[in-house]
């Protein structure tokens, strides 16, 4: 089983790069579970077809407890197992609480032994990387982690963030970064920024993503554009970097 975190700013991409993984890795035939580490709780949206699962935290608020096996998460596209953590109530509590309850609720009804996955891909929030943020780093959940960045000040700083994270744990055997994704914003000379970026950090770039129409025109139609024009050009990028993570 092979277990990856994505991570990256709020905005930048990152749920939509997790979940046309996800799709492109279900269509070369592996099994996938989709974590959506965000308190928005849309990570899945678009391989549910816009019919979204009931985040965990929303779960607890409801039923007092946390549900079974059968109402962790749902399938969607390609069979992709789709589970969300959510998060508090808007200006209760801590946003990460929802990740940590989510993981532990995971192991407890044995979600990875009963469902056998191929891939597990964890989609994570890195404005903030501590507490739950950090969990996939610290607790032995993910091995391998990719950011998301464009060349924009902010998202650099926040994958800055991000690798400064990891090193803390580096001692300890923990998940390490693996790469670079550039999802591009048009800003000038982005990818020279991202590639010095990269270059200091030591890390390759392992997906150059265009800023494309074809992705949200799809996704306003509730689906990944891997699925919905699997021959695009901009597909294609996706699905290579599913066989890239995979041949890692």
């Given amino acids: 089983m092979r277990k990856f975190a994505i991570y990256g700013k709020g905005g930048i991409g990152k749920s939509t ?3 046309n993984l996800s799709a492109a890795l279900s269509m070369m035939g592996k099994k996938v ?7 928005k709780a849309d990570s899945t949206l678009n391989l549910l ?5 009931m985040p965990v935290m929303d779960y607890y608020r409801k039923y007092t407890e946390g549900p079974d096996f059968e109402h962790i998460g749902k399938e969607g596209f390609g069979g992709v197992f789709c589970i969300e953590t959510g998060g508090p109530t808007p200006g ?10 989510t993981f532990d609720l995971m192991d407890e009804q044995e979600v ?4 056998q996955p191929d891939v597990v891909l964890y989609d994570v929030l890195g404005d903030v990387v501590c507490g739950g943020f950090s969990a996939p ?3 032995g959940y993910a091995d391998e982690i990719f950011i998301v960045t464009s060349g924009e000040k902010m998202a650099l700083y926040a994958a800055a963030n991000i690798i400064k994270a990891v090193e803390n744990f580096k001692s300890r055997g923990y998940a390490q970064v693996k790469g670079i994704i550039l999802n591009r914003r048009n800003v ?3 990818y020279e920024l991202v590639k010095a970026f990269a270059d200091e950090h030591g890390l390759p770039i392992v997906a150059d993503i265009p800023r494309s129409k074809d992705i949200q025109y799809y996704e306003n139609k ?6 919905g024009n699997p021959d695009l050009a901009v597909s294609q990028i996706y699905q290579d970097l599913a066989r890239k993570l995979l041949q890692a």
């Fill in 17 to 19: 790069t997790t979940a």
């Fill in 33 to 39: 579970v989709q974590v959506g580490c965000d308190p």
């Fill in 49 to 53: 077809h816009g019919e979204p699962v």
């Fill in 92 to 101: 209760l509590g801590c946003a990460g609480r929802g990740i940590i309850a």
């Fill in 112 to 115: 990875f032994q009963k469902l």
């Fill in 137 to 139: 780093i610290r607790d």
């Fill in 188 to 190: 000038d000379d982005e």
């Fill in 222 to 227: 509730g689906m990944t554009v891997v699925e």
